[in-house]
C-alpha cells in the first residue's frame, strides 16, 4: 500500500450509524432503474447535495478519481444515505493507464460502496486465445482486488462485469463466482449499439442469458440500456439498469423511472432455469 493510501486509510475514522447501515445495504442486489450522475458537470453536483430521491447513483471511475483529488472524499457530493455504484469501464486507452493502486486508492476514500471493476479489452474480433487470456486477466484483477478489500477491510462489495459473450466465456468466471459468492454481474451494454455493432439488442438478451444460465446468476445489472422496448424483453433475473447518461432534470427522471421500471419487472414472475440444472 502506497503511503498516501496509508493516511487516506487512517483518516476514515470511527464508524457512523449512517456507514453501518450502508454496509448491509451494499450486500444487497441492485434492483430497479437508477440515474447515472455526471460529476464532471456541476449541476449533476447540486442536485446530489440535498438529494432524498436516490437510494443509488451511479458514477464514473475517472470522475469519482477527480472529485477525490479535489475534495480529499465525495463526501461534499454525496449524502450519508447515498450508494454509490462507481463503473470502471471506459475506453481502452484510459484503463491501458490506470494501475491497481490507482483503483485502491479511490477505494480507500469511497463511503460504503459497490464497485465495478474493469481492465484490459476483449473484442469479438480478437483470436480465441487472446479472449481467453482476457477474460483470465480480469479474473485475476478481481480476486486480486477482493484480497486487498478483506486485507485492508474497505467497506466495498465488487460487482464484475461481463469481459466474455459465450457460454465457455463465462465458464472461465465459475471458480470466481464459487469462491467470492457472487450471485450478481453488471452487463455492460453500450457496445452493442452504434459504429459496427448497430442495435443489437438481441444479441445482447441472448449473452445476458448465456451469463445468468451458466453462472447460477440470481441477479443481472445492466449498464446502457435504457429502451423500454429493450427492458421488457429481458430475463426475468435482469432486475436492474442504468442508462450511460444522465437525464438533465430530477423531475423528468422520476417520471421516466416509474414507466421503465414496469417494463424491467414486467417479467419478474416468469421462471428460468440453470444450465447446472441439465448438468
Known amino acids: 500500500m ?3 493510501a496509508t493516511n487516506i486509510r487512517s483518516r476514515r475514522g470511527q464508524q457512523t450509524l449512517a456507514e453501518a447501515v450502508n454496509l448491509r445495504r451494499i450486500r444487497e442486489p441492485i434492483l430497479g432503474v437508477h440515474k447515472r ?3 464532471s458537470d456541476d449541476e449533476a453536483e447540486q442536485q446530489l447535495r440535498g438529494d432524498t430521491r436516490h437510494s443509488h447513483v451511479v458514477l464514473n471511475f475517472s470522475e469519482v478519481e ?3 483529488e479535489r475534495d480529499g472524499s465525495l463526501d461534499e457530493v454525496l449524502e450519508e444515505w447515498h450508494i454509490p455504484i462507481v463503473v470502471a469501464t471506459q475506453d481502452d486507452a484510459i484503463l491501458d ?3 491497481f493502486q490507482d483503483v485502491l486508492n479511490v477505494l480507500f476514500v469511497l463511503p460504503p ?3 465495478v471493476p474493469d481492465i484490459v479489452y476483449n473484442y469479438d474480433t480478437m483470436q480465441p ?6 477474460i483470465k486477466a480480469y479474473v485475476f484483477h478481481v480476486r486480486e482486488l477482493e484480497r486487498a478489500i478483506a486485507e485492508h477491510n474497505i467497506p466495498v462489495r465488487l460487482l464484475p462485469t ?3 459473450w459465450t457460454v465457455p466465456h463465462f465458464e472461465l468466471y465459475r471458480e470466481l463466482y464459487e469462491e467470492c459468492g457472487y450471485t450478481e454481474m453488471a452487463l455492460y451494454g453500450v457496445q452493442y449499439s452504434g459504429g459496427r455493432a448497430g442495435n443489437a439488442t438481441r444479441q445482447l438478451r441472448r449473452h445476458a442469458t448465456f451469463a445468468i444460465q451458466t453462472l447460477n446468476l440470481e441477479n443481472v445489472f445492466v449498464i446502457g440500456r435504457l429502451g423500454l ?3 421488457l424483453r429481458f430475463d426475468p433475473r435482469v432486475n436492474g439498469a442504468c442508462g450511460l447518461r444522465q437525464l438533465q432534470t430530477d423531475e423528468r427522471f422520476a417520471d421516466v423511472q416509474r414507466r421503465l421500471q414496469r417494463a424491467l419487472f414486467a417479467n419478474s414472475d416468469h421462471t428460468q432455469s440453470n444450465l447446472t440444472t441439465f448438468q
Not at 486465445?129 to 482476457?134: C, L, M, T, W
Request: aromatic letters at 8%; glycine letters at 4%.
Open 162 to 164: 461481463n469481459k466474455g
Open 97 to 99: 493507464t490506470r494501475s
Open 37 to 39: 450522475f455526471e460529476l
Open 229 to 231: 422496448d429493450e427492458l
Open 113 to 115: 460502496a459497490i464497485f
Open 129 to 134: 486465445n487472446d479472449q481467453v487470456k482476457a
Open 2 to 4: 502506497s503511503t498516501s
Open 66 to 68: 477527480e472529485v477525490i
